[in-house]
């Protein structure tokens, strides 16, 4: 039997709450977000800054939203706005009539991650007879590939960068290939740095090993060729070079979409044909999956075909202008600031930096700008390369960049006062020590306690990270992701009181 005092629980209310006010709730709630407009949140999201777009955007999700992307005979909208959308990518990323990859295909997923999940499945199951499958990627490759190997049992092979370039070695990532390779992968340019893997190199030793190979451009793939138009020394990295078999390019990142979409391309369908799972031997319909989901809303599609044709090429090359403009004005601002110094010369649209021997702590730092407005990326030490910032430059930054400078050079002077956070030695000490199996949830707890991080069921992150990134930073990488899995599971737990 139903105890009718217990039926409200979270979203689910008593008896149905006034449109105007779960908004008012919705807009309270997101109060608590960071900034995703007006320029000052270099991670996250992309604002293009361009007056109306949202509200076109949101008008075009509203029309799609209910539309399921499972069945394409039932809803045709859709079908037609995914091809137009897989054209324009191919076309920007060097495909399609009259070029030298005129047969390229394309599928619209979720997102980067399912992208590169099925650039990695496609790979896989082109290969039946491969008992153990490997791809090979550099260390700088975007996380997502490593979860795609794990989900798909696939071997990882990581082939390290050099710590001046940043890049593999194309020699060493030949020596890396091996029989059972079915993938070699690089970036276009990569998350943490931005810059530009040996895409040429790379997929000639590829080709010769008789192996696919996958350019991510995921982050970059829609800037690079404006970034090229516009005069910037892009190197080749698309379908124009001979090995490139595929590539993915999110439209929810540089084409300035809402979240969820994301295009991956094939150099011709044959190279296609192993990403879809199908599947008759039910009694239910008979299943036929490009991508991960089945159900999928036509909403985010609609939303990325309708910011496409709204800015067009040319508002894409303004838009590249602006961002480049930003990029070089904040390089400058870090050039400009004793203690600081860049990972990397920009090359795309990611100004990258760490601290120099006598610089600042560089998560007290980031403490630090946040306190003044500006929302910034720390990145953890790893394999050799140093703790660094990371900003990723979007169009809306170009307005905000003279007020950078003088911050940031406010903020490194705060940090050199404030010197590293101060963590308990015999905390560094375990964190150094400790193996994932010994974290149980009651260390995990008291870990969190002493960190600030709240109370089992309250959402809430400390405002300063330092302290978490400092711990976070000392320990080995299995000891960070099971940190992490801990913590976020804390956060995680049902609201159970009415409302949000
Ligand atoms: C190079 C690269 N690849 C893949 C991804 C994963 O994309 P998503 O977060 O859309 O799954 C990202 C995200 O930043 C990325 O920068």
């Not at 490759?141 to 194309?170: N, Q």
């Not at 003044?372 to 953890?380: A, E, F, I, K, Y």
Request: hydrophobic content about 50%; overall charge negative; proline content about 8%.
């Amino acid at each position: 039997m139903i105890d009718e005092s217990r039926v409200e629980a979270g979203a689910l209310s008593r008896d149905g709450v006034a449109a105007e006010v779960v908004l008012a709730e919705v807009r309270r709630l997101r109060g608590l977000d960071r900034p995703t407009h007006g320029g000052r949140l270099f991670a996250y999201v992309y604002d293009p800054a361009v007056p109306g777009l949202d509200d076109l955007a949101a008008a075009a999700h509203r029309e799609s939203a209910h539309v399921n992307g499972l069945d394409p005979t039932a809803f045709p909208s859709l079908l037609a706005m995914e091809n137009a959308l897989v054209a324009a990518a191919g076309r920007v990323l060097g495909g399609g009539p009259g070029t030298t990859a005129p047969d390229v295909v394309g599928t619209v997923t979720s997102g980067g991650t399912e992208s590169l999940i099925l650039a990695v499945k496609s790979a896989r199951d082109a290969h039946p007879e491969l008992a153990a499958p490997r791809i090979v990627v550099p260390a700088s490759a975007h996380a997502a590939f490593a979860k795609a190997a794990h989900y798909l049992r696939v071997e990882l092979d990581v082939v390290p960068v050099s710590p001046d370039t940043l890049r593999p070695d194309p020699a060493a990532m030949a020596a890396a290939i091996r029989p059972d390779t079915v993938l070699v992968a690089c970036s276009a340019p990569s998350y943490a740095h931005g810059v530009v893997d040996p895409v040429a190199e790379i997929a000639a030793v590829a080709a010769a090993a008789g192996v696919r190979c996958h350019v991510d451009a995921c982050f970059g793939g829609w800037t690079l060729p404006y970034l090229r138009r516009l005069g910037e020394p892009v190197p080749a990295f698309d379908f124009a070079v001979p090995g490139v078999t595929s590539i993915s390019v999110d439209l929810h990142k540089y084409a300035y979409a809402p979240k969820g979409v994301s295009v991956l391309l094939h150099r011709d369908a044959a190279l296609r044909a192993s990403q879809y799972f199908a599947y008759a031997d039910w009694p239910g319909y008979t299943m036929i999956n490009p991508v991960i989901a089945s159900t999928r809303s036509g909403g985010p599609i609609a939303a990325a075909y309708a910011t496409l044709r709204h800015l067009g090429d040319a508002g894409y090359l303004a838009l590249a202008e602006r961002t480049r403009d930003a990029v070089a004005g904040l390089a400058a601002a870090v050039r400009g600031v004793d203690g600081l110094r860049l990972m990397a010369e920009p090359e795309s649209t990611v100004v990258c930096f760490t601290a120099t021997e006598d610089g600042p702590d560089l998560f007290v730092l980031v403490d630090e700008l946040t306190a003044r407005g500006w929302h910034t990326q720390p990145q953890l030490s790893y394999a050799g390369l140093p703790a660094s910032v990371h900003l990723t430059v979007t169009a809306s930054v170009a307005p905000r960049v003279a007020e950078f400078g003088p911050d940031l050079a406010d903020a490194v002077a705060a940090a050199r006062a404030a010197g590293p956070v101060p963590l308990p030695a015999e905390l560094v000490a375990l964190a150094g020590a400790l193996t994932p199996d010994a974290l149980t949830p009651e260390v995990v707890a008291g870990l969190a306690a002493g960190l600030g991080l709240g109370d089992a069921g309250d959402a809430s992150t400390p405002d300063r990270m330092a302290v978490v990134n400092t711990l976070l930073d000392a320990a080995p990488p299995a000891l960070r992701e099971r940190l992490l899995v801990e913590f976020v599971g804390l956060l995680q737990r049902p609201a159970w009181t009415a409302g949000a």
